[in-house]
């Protein structure tokens, strides 16, 4: 399965690598990083990578949208959104990080659906479709083939889910004990969502 990565200028650099460190442990994922146009994109870190165009890529298996600065301004960018909406309506699986759930959202394809995003940036997501059925109280969010999480190291968690989803438990815990990291494995578990008023 290719698990196509997209960029944007802005990004938040864990919202994507987070992801990125999870399948790049998965020999079945091919990862692609992709953007609109290709090039040299930076993360709101100074982060630079190498992109390919999302024309050249193949969009039938998943489509990891991340976060970040960039994304208070793509809302308002009506071809990008146009475009995204193809990329997600061709992939198998699309999920967002943080207030890439914002873009998703934007394009109508999470309209009547589940979904949730980071909690520091919730009304300001929300205000972008509140056609969608955004959960307060939530790590990640599945409604059919759209994952959603809450914000940046929500990510990984999510990203431990989609793994256990398609190839087992024991897979995302072998995953996160190389990792040193400690799954939060309860997708409804948001210890986040009272810290900020929403």
């Not at 982060?47 to 991340?66: F, G, N, Y």
């Not at 967002?96 to 949730?116: E, H, I, N, Q």
């Not at 083939?145 to 087992?168: E, N, P, Q, R, W």
């Amino acid at each position: 399965m290719n698990i196509n990565i997209l960029f944007f200028d802005g990004f938040e650099t864990l919202d994507a690598f987070g992801a990125v460190e999870v399948f790049g442990k998965v020999e079945e994922f091919k990862l692609r990083y992709i953007s609109m146009e290709g090039g040299v994109i930076e993360s709101a870190q100074g982060v630079q990578i190498h992109t390919q165009s999302a024309k050249e890529a193949d969009l039938t298996a998943a489509l990891l949208i991340p976060g970040g600065q960039g994304t208070r301004v793509l809302v308002n960018d009506e071809l990008f959104i146009f475009r995204l909406k193809e990329l997600a309506l061709k992939s198998r699986y699309c999920l967002s990080v943080c207030t890439g759930a914002a873009l998703l959202a934007k394009t109508g394809l999470l309209d009547a659906k589940k979904a949730t995003t980071n909690k520091k940036a919730f009304e300001w997501v929300v205000s972008q479709n509140q056609n969608v059925h955004w959960l307060r109280k939530a790590r990640w969010v599945v409604e059919g083939k759209f994952y959603t999480s809450s914000g940046v190291s929500a990510g990984i968690d999510m990203s431990l889910g989609f793994v256990c989803d398609i190839l087992g438990r024991e897979r995302a815990e072998s995953i996160a004990r190389h990792m040193e990291y400690i799954w939060s494995d309860d997708k409804n578990n948001d210890p986040f969502a009272t810290t900020y008023k929403i």
